[in-house]
């Protein structure tokens, strides 16, 4: 015989054992545990002081999961019941959710040509992350605010410029403390700008698959065979008129323009248009515009 199965005709029972534990999970982190001496439980959260039932539960195990609290103090009753539905009288814990801390461990900082990168420690909830803060100065009511994520990265204009930086977790249930770094620049920063346009031309992990000058050497040549093809069934057509502009070796284009591209092939209406380099679309209409 089972436990629950003994349970059907006995008495309500004391609950014994009431406790509390925090749960690092993303969806349900807190966790009350008692003794399973009854048929079943009913589970009430309340504010602390307050009457109003925030949430309520039936369970026949011995134990409840709960979700994401504001930070605030509760209180818990668990209460048993028979399987005649007898109430006992109900046990009462005290709960205090507080925002998770910001994490005391140092943060990660690197500090290399003028490139300033702090990284705070990892946490293991998914739905906590890091809010930033930055400034010239140790104020930080006059800091500037930096995207939310798990790092910030400055960059010096000038060898020995100071960045103060402030970072603190967030949470569904609030927010951690402010923590203060000071980080002198190393260096000032610099951009190589002709290896940054040969980076964006030439870059091959793409989202088509090849790098920016193949794309328009493509797309050129599409134009060239269309054009070709079209000479050769014979018809006139007006002129094609297009402009390339800054065109370098091996197909390095910086700007194409294709003004327009509009003739008649036989009594078929041709046009063509390239927009922003991605896409050539060619059509055919006969007198109805089909």
Known sequence: MCIRDSQLSSPVSEITNL???YVFSDEEPHLVTWDDNNYGYEVALTKLGGKTIISSYTTYESSQIIGFLP?????????GFSSTLEYGVAKKLTLTVTAPPTPPEEPTITNEDGV????????????SYYEFKYHSENVITAAKDYSNGDTIT??????????????????????GSWVHKEVIAN???????DA??????????T??????????????????????????????Y?????NVTQVEAANQVNSLDIIAIRGKVGDKTVQAQISEFKNAQIGYEDAQGN
């Open 187 to 193: 260096a000032a920063f610099s951009t190589d700008l």
């Open 207 to 236: 989202d088509w698959g090849g790098s920016l000058s193949q794309k328009i050497a493509t797309i050129t040549a599409d134009l060239q065979t269309w054009s070709t093809q079209t000479g050769s069934l014979g018809e006139t």
């Open 154 to 175: 400055l960059y010096a204009q000038r060898k020995d410029q100071e960045f103060n930086i402030w970072y603190r977790l967030a949470s569904k249930e609030g927010f």
């Open 116 to 127: 300033i990168t702090l990284t705070p420690p990892r946490v293991e909830k998914t739905s």
């Open 19 to 21: 406790a509390y534990q």
């Open 71 to 79: 930070a605030a103090d509760y209180s818990i009753s668990v209460k």
């Open 238 to 242: 007006d002129t094609l008129l297009y």
């Open 196 to 205: 940054a346009y040969d980076e964006l031309l030439n870059r091959e992990n």
